[in-house]
């Protein structure tokens, strides 16, 4: 019974904010009594925010209530210290790093005995004490301390979140994990398979491409070594039928000059016997053809005239024309190489990733039609109706006023073509397209050696195969060509501040292709643009 009194002789005279005997007590309108400097700091602090409340019931006050020392609080207060108790708690009451603290008390802390989940804030025996006295605080639900209890406020309701069954929820997300594990499982299985399957595909590429490299080598150098042969054999019978030739010549060569020498010394007779000058002249003369005509065989000169090897060369130069195609059909044989990967790519989106596969094209002045004009192989224009005075190129265009790029393409390309005329042409042509004969075996898009995107101010249409197909798309001066050329797509682009898609192509690329211009109109202009990519 004393200790009881004695506790709450304690309590009486303890200050909630210092925890200590009250000095100058004071008690303030909820009943509550502090020392007076204690309340006053606390309700300093509040300032700003307008509002003075309790420390222990939380009960607010407006205005600012004045202090007033309860004389009788501290007549009590000195009486009970004549009696020689203590309020000041014993060290191990006090929070330490890995307690929960009470929220309530200011300086030194002492530890919490419950957390409330309704007032969101722990207490220490003394500052708990309200929760069990007053009716106001009976359905609030106290826990034990809870060190992040603000981490259990829900962020949309802005209240406590309601808790359930750990057990039910673990076993719940046990089976969820379960088969997260099993999906994880077989995902690894299916990659560990891919990777197998992609280290064959690597060992069977390199197989393939040493066999291949291996196996060229040798044909190559049989290539090489029939090649030496037959320029070998070339050269030596071209050398033997001069020889031959020469000798033929020279032969009937000889035999016009002794049959000359035999004239002149008849003419000399004849001189002998003429007084006339002119006549003298005439029989120097006449010998020497109508003799030779009478005692030569004239058919050997006229009918069999001497061969001078021109063909020799023309059939030279076909070998080598064909050769090259031939071997312009193995490089793109290589670049077609069918593997595993060899999947649709995916087309760009941005420009700046078109730009990865920027190429820069020129123009071939041997394909030029002469009514256009080349300036630094990027830029054409048409003359005023006249035409330029250019060599006969096998390559030059006859029928229409179009040009072709000197680059073949192959692979993944990107270009974009500016330009200003009334109407234009951006196209793409296999190299044995037609140059003369008639307009729809040379020109863009008229032919199936051709695909062609026809430009004006107010429309847009595509041709191939002399099928025309309008297309719709964003007006642009400037047009982006992508090719994918082993996927054989082909698409334009209306290029702004955005690349805007006019018209794509799906089918099949048997040739390396070549970039085509064909502007219409008098001064109209078309040009290759420099491309940057940066990273």
Partial sequence: MAEKRMKLGLEAITCSICLDVL????????????????????????????????????QTFTPRPVLVKNTMLAVLVEELKKTGLQAAPADHCYAGPED???????????????????????????????????????????VEPLKKLQENICSRHDEMMKMFSAAAERTERQRELEVSRQNIQQRIQDREKDVKVLQQEVEAINHSADEAVEDSEKIFTELIRL????????????????????????????????????????????KQLSHTEDHNQFLHNYPSVSALSESTDSSSIKKRPL?????????????????????????????????LLSKPRPEPKTRAGFLKYSREITLDPNTAHRSLLLFENRKVRTTSGTQLFLSNHPDRFTECSQVLSRESLTGRCYWEVE???????????????????????CRFGWNDKSW????????????????????????????????????????FYSVS???????????????????????????????????????
């Fill in 100 to 142: 929960v603290a009470c929220d309530v008390c200011t300086g030194r802390k002492l530890k919490a005995l419950k957390s409330c989940l309704v007032c969101l804030v722990s207490y220490c025996e003394k500052h708990l004490q309200p929760h069990f006295e007053s009716p106001a605080f009976e359905k609030h639900k106290l």
């Fill in 419 to 441: 330009w200003d005329a009334s109407g234009m042409y951006v196209a793409v042509a296999y190299k044995n397209i037609s140059r003369t004969g008639g307009i729809n075996k």
């Fill in 23 to 58: 000095n100058d007590p004071v008690t303030i309108p909820c009943g509550h009594s502090y020392c007076m400097n204690c309340i006053k700091t606390h309700w300093d602090e509040e300032e700003e925010k307008k509002i003075h409340s309790c420390p222990q019931c939380r």
């Fill in 497 to 535: 501040e955005t690349m805007t898609l006019i018209h794509r192509v799906q089918t099949t690329f048997t040739q390396p292709l070549y970039a085509g211009l064909w502007p219409f109109g008098p001064g109209a202009t078309a040009l290759f643009c420099r491309l940057k990519y940066s990273l």
């Fill in 227 to 270: 090649m030496e042969k037959r320029r070998s054999d070339v050269k030596q019978q071209v050398r033997s039928q001069q020889e031959t030739e020469v000798s033929r010549v020279k032969e009937l060569q000889e035999k016009l000059e002794q049959e000359i020498t035999e004239l002149k010394r008849k003419d000399a007779e004849l």
């Fill in 307 to 339: 061969r001078y090897f021109e063909d020799v060369t023309a059939a030279v130069s076909e070998v080598r024309d064909k050769l090259q195609d031939a071997l312009s059909d193995i490089s793109l044989t290589v670049t077609e190489v069918d593997v």
């Fill in 452 to 491: 062609a995107l026809y430009c004006d101010q107010h429309k847009y249409e595509f041709r191939h195969n002399k099928v025309l197909t309008p297309v719709s798309g964003l007006q642009s001066s400037r047009v982006g060509v992508y090719l994918d050329h082993s996927a054989g797509i082909l698409s």
